[in-house]
T-cell receptor, first 114, second 117 residues
């Protein structure tokens, strides 16, 4: 595997379910990010981790719970979601945080909440 | 706060036509500016970037010039191909005072480009 991978690629869940999204980067980077891409809205940064420490929580509801066990893996745990949470969730990584470091994106997980 | 505004899409062109996608931004200080491209079913890829005023970023025939006086970073290509069909995102990031940043990218809403043979 190369680059940034995300699983699953598609997920359908009910509002009472609990599920997790997984992201793995094979680039030796230290920073990882979760973004939400909704239809007709700009990409929204959700969380930033640098060296496994959360450095940014962009006012995300507590029904989204991130976990970063090491610099290569990032999870997004989901519970009691709402239909408006349906979106494409993108993971990204970079060597470090800061504007000089390019972010590399995964293909995303298409989430549908029914 | 920081913001990025892109021209409304979708944009539909014939092959070999000239492309312009407008992007303007609002930010204090001196942001870095980016264009990302998202092909169907894929994640975002960095297309080009510029880190200071009057810099020109270029890649794969695409160009954009950082214009501080007009706070713009318009994307251009002289002759588009069918393979350029994708969604294009303008974005900025800005180091906070002290030279450190948490890497926050602020994106525009994206512009869908469709190129017909």
């Amino acid at each position: 595997e190369t680059g940034v991978t995300q699983t699953p690629r598609h997920l359908v869940m009910g509002m009472t379910n609990k599920k997790s999204l997984k992201c793995e980067q094979h680039l030796g980077h230290n920073a990882m990010y979760w973004y939400k891409q909704s239809a007709k809205k700009p990409l929204e940064l959700m969380f930033v981790y640098n060296f496994k420490e959360q450095t940014e929580n962009n006012s995300v509801p507590s029904r989204f719970s991130p976990e970063c066990p090491n610099s290569s893996h990032l999870f997004l745990h989901l519970h009691t979601l709402q239909p408006e949470d349906s979106a494409l969730y993108l993971c990204a990584s970079s060597q470090d945080t800061g504007e000089v470091y390019e972010q590399y994106f995964g293909p995303g997980t298409r989430l549908t909440v029914t | 706060g920081d913001s990025v505004t892109q021209m409304e899409g979708p944009v539909t062109l014939s092959e070999e036509a000239f492309l312009t996608i407008n992007c303007t931004y609002t930010a204090t200080g001196y942001p870095s500016l980016f264009w990302y491209v998202q092909y169907p079913g894929e994640g975002l890829q960095l297309l080009l970037k510029a880190t200071k005023a009057d810099d020109k970023g270029s890649n794969k025939g695409f160009e954009a010039t950082y214009r501080k006086e007009t706070t713009s970073f318009h994307l251009e290509k002289g002759s588009v191909q069918v393979s350029d069909s994708a969604v294009y995102f303008c974005a900025l990031t800005r180091d906070v005072a002290g030279g450190t940043s948490y890497g926050k990218l602020t994106f525009g809403q994206g512009t869908i480009l469709t190129v017909h043979p």
